[in-house]
């Protein structure tokens, strides 16, 4: 029977979805480890890039070349075997290591077979659940090239933690963080090939042309007087603004010699290196903005988690004072005494009050009140003076009647008014009394004459008795002596 797991994540891979299911409890390091990598975003576009058909596929290189990793702790860290964890089957996930023992970083791979030989040499930490282990086997069916790489290798695009079975791990950088910092890099690495393109645009005059010879003159000489930078102090008045000493200022312009065009050279190419190192400076910005906006709303989600924990606690001291309150026998809060006042309807209740409805006491007449028994009891007593006119036998039933009933007697009806139509008027049973012959016992010892009561226990104590008599009846004949051989 295989362990129980405690842990579950989802690696999304461009050839499907792969489940995995981590035994945490049983290998701590090792899925520490990996959730950490998983929560920083390390292996997201990561390749597969070892596949051996029948026996397994192994990832995490982010060089994709089977020699790189890293793991969460900084250095390599040792391997957790566990006796009740064995390669036995297809889909379980597994340590890669260098051949040495105690050498984990950041690479894993998944069993496509039973594989003996890597017991006590790998760690096994997870196992592929579900049909999702259909998409790994997949995976190993791809067409290969030299040394187990892949032709066409697929890559993790992302890892959904499911079940974290460590929430204390904080991650040097998350993954969102770490999409934003690609994203700036390649918008940056945009603008320098942009920037290249641009620079290395310009027109070659060296080159035959035929039908732009005169735009090419006139680009050749635009970019010569860009290039020109003439200084003429003895145009300024004021001798303070010029770049040159005032004694050269009283000299005769001379042209500009051939030493000082590289340094002329050097001042026009600072605008230049500016503009180019603006682009950059301006990438760098937005990423340090999307930065500090993820930070903002991680911060934010972790005071929201904080202010529900507070009120979970507000909630639990609030309710064992109430606990401690009840248990010294002080006084019950207004809300308790008021929950207890309007004490709710049990099933039963409410069961009972619907069939009530239809009975006698609770309905109401008309004008909404209730209908009281004075009918009922007026045919009653209707029915007594019937029996006392018929014979003077029944004045005994009567009186008793009378008696039980006590305070709720009704006056008999007035035999004036119209008894209304009667079908049948023989009234012969009302003068008839049933009597029973008085009981002599002679019933009784007959019943007990006639029946045999017949009980199973005496009959298997007569059936014991029976078999200890014939025993002894047995041995009385053979006599005493010696027993026969």
């Not at 003159?217 to 200084?231: G, N, P, S, Y």
């Not at 904080?306 to 207004?334: F, H, P, V």
Request: hydrophobic residues 30%; glycine residues 8%.
């Amino acid at each position: 029977m295989a362990l129980p797991t405690k842990g579950r994540v989802l690696i999304h891979t461009t050839a499907g979805e792969i489940d995995v299911e981590l035994w945490s409890k049983e290998t701590p390091k090792t899925c520490r480890n990996f959730i950490a990598l998983a929560l920083e975003g390390y292996y997201d576009g990561v390749i597969f890039h070892r596949i051996v058909p029948g026996f397994l596929v192994q990832t995490g290189d982010r060089t994709g070349t089977g020699a790189g990793g890293e793991s969460f702790y900084g250095e390599p860290f040792e391997d957790e075997i566990h006796p009740r964890l064995r390669f036995a089957h297809r889909g379980l996930v597994g340590m890669a290591n260098n051949g040495k023992k105690n050498t984990n970083d950041s690479q894993f791979f998944i069993t496509l077979d039973r594989a003996d030989e890597l017991h006590g040499k790998h760690t096994l930490f997870g196992r592929v659940v579900g049909d999702t282990l259909y998409n790994a086997l997949k995976i190993g069916e791809m067409e290969l090239g030299e040394n187990e790489r892949p032709l066409y290798p697929p890559k993790i695009q992302s890892i959904t933690i499911v079940d974290n079975p460590f929430p204390d791990i904080v991650p040097r950088i998350t993954a969102a963080e770490k999409r934003a910092q690609q994203r700036a890099r390649e918008a940056a690495q945009k603008e320098r090939e942009e920037a290249e393109r641009r620079r290395g645009a310009k027109k070659n005059v060296k080159l035959l042309s035929f039908a732009d010879d005169e735009e090419g003159e006139q680009d050749t000489e635009l970019v010569v007087l860009k290039r020109k930078a003439i200084a003429r102090p003895d145009l300024i008045d004021d001798p303070s603004l010029s770049v040159f000493p005032a004694l050269d200022a009283l000299r005769a312009p001379s042209p500009p010699t051939m030493k000082a065009l590289p340094e002329e050279r050097g001042m026009s190419s600072k605008p230049e290196a500016m503009a180019k190192d603006r682009p950059k400076e301006k990438s760098k910005r937005e990423s340090d903005t999307d930065v500090i906006k993820i930070r903002e709303q991680h911060r934010h989600e972790k005071a929201s988690q904080k202010d529900a924990q507070r009120s979970e606690i507000e909630k639990m001291e609030a309710e064992i004072r109430r606990l401690t309150r009840r248990r010294e026998g002080g006084d019950d809060s207004e809300e308790e005494e008021r929950r207890k006042k309007k004490k709710p309807k049990s099933y039963l209740e409410e069961e009972l009050a619907k069939y009530a409805k239809g009975r006698g006491l609770q309905k109401k007449a008309k004008d909404g009140r209730r209908k009281d028994e004075g009918d009922v009891l007026a045919a009653l007593s209707s029915f007594r003076g019937m029996l006392r006119a018929a014979g003077p036998a029944n004045l005994n039933l009567v009186e008793d009647a009378e008696g039980e009933e006590g305070e709720g007697k009704v006056p008999m009806v007035n035999r004036g008014e119209d008894p209304g139509m009667d079908v049948d008027d023989d009234r012969g049973f009302m003068s008839h009394v049933l009597q029973f012959p008085k009981d002599d016992g002679e019933e009784t010892r007959k019943a007990e004459r006639d029946y045999e009561v017949i009980d199973p226990r005496q009959r298997s104590a007569r059936a014991r008795e029976e078999e200890r008599e014939r025993k002894r009846a047995t041995k009385g004949r053979n006599g005493p002596g010696r027993p026969r051989r």
